[in-house]
């Protein structure tokens, strides 16, 4: 069995008794690593030369990545990075005396339930947020985790290590339509102050805009790339003119105006609602 092959199904890294339980022989292993398709970054572990250092851990630590680590490992948004290494290992496991795996900048949270499927992974990595992040950072992925099919909002219901008021106010506030975490942030935000948000609404004569509030003023979030495409700013234009003549009003907020001064934010949606 060739090495790379494995890496590449175990994340990028994995310990050598993982390897050679997947067909792995030492000596295709040692030539691997002498042509420099595979490295050996720590004793008894070894991964691809692109592998990174979460990956790298969670083979040393023979644990499954958790809170930010797993947000990126599966492409989901972050936006309070701590640039530490999360990991969840059995509670029953000990550290030895003599253990010479790093400890700093690695954060390690217990959980004794087998990590049986990936959606099940998914599911307990986002749970153990409720741990060590914001709770608008732990939104913001189970937004993203929904949109992406990783996991269902029914999931939440059996998490253990959310506590139980952020945990139902999550239930409340998710939605799998969101499609970026600006979105998300600003439809929370909006909503906390008892206004009706409803993201991804097609309205005819102006296309799907990121939010709908109180049915009648659209928000929309660009992030700055999305202001540096031409074609996107014509169609802004057009999509702004077609809603004041539907009465509908479009406000536009920037990152800057969603990850800055949301109160700010606010004011100006209740201004615009006419509040």
């Known amino acids: 069995m060739d090495p790379v092959r494995v890496l590449e199904r175990t994340g990028g890294a994995a ?48 644990a499954e990545m958790s809170c930010l680590s797993l947000c990126r490992a599966l492409g989901l948004p972050i936006i309070e990075d701590d640039r530490r290494t999360h990991l969840w290992i059995p509670r029953n496991r000990a550290r030895r005396a003599d253990d010479r795996r790093p400890i700093r900048g690695v954060v ?13 992974r998914a599911s307990t990595g986002l749970d153990l947020m409720g741990l060590c992040c914001g709770r608008m950072q732990q939104i913001v992925a189970v937004d993203a985790a929904l949109h992406a099919g990783l996991i269902e909002v029914s999931a939440l219901d059996g998490w253990v290590h959310t506590p139980p008021d952020r ?13 970026s975490p600006l979105e998300t942030i600003t439809r929370v935000t909006l909503a906390e102050e008892g206004l009706d948000v409803v993201s991804q609404v097609q309205i ?34 057009r999509r702004n003119n077609a809603g004041i003549v539907q009465g509908r009003p479009v406000l536009r907020f920037t990152y800057a105006d969603v990850m800055g001064d949301r109160t700010a934010l606010v004011r100006t949606v209740l201004a615009a609602l006419g509040r």
Do not use: K
Request: a positive charge; glycine letters at 12%; charged letters at 30%.
């Open 15 to 62: 310990r050598l008794e993982t390897l050679t339980r997947a067909g792995v022989t030492r000596g295709g292993l040692r030539r691997a690593v002498d042509d420099g398709r595979v490295i050996r970054p720590r004793y008894g572990c070894y991964a691809l030369p692109g592998a990174t250092g979460d990956a790298v851990l969670r083979a040393a630590y023979r």
């Open 108 to 120: 390690l949270h217990r959980h004794d339930h087998p990590a049986s499927a990936h959606l099940h």
């Open 167 to 179: 945990r139902d106010w999550l239930r409340r506030r998710c939605d799998g339509r969101a499609e």
């Open 204 to 237: 005819y004569g102006i296309g799907r805009v990121d939010l709908l509030v109180e049915g009648r003023l659209v928000v929309e979030t660009d992030g700055q790339e999305f202001h540096l495409n031409s074609r996107a700013w014509v169609e802004d234009v």
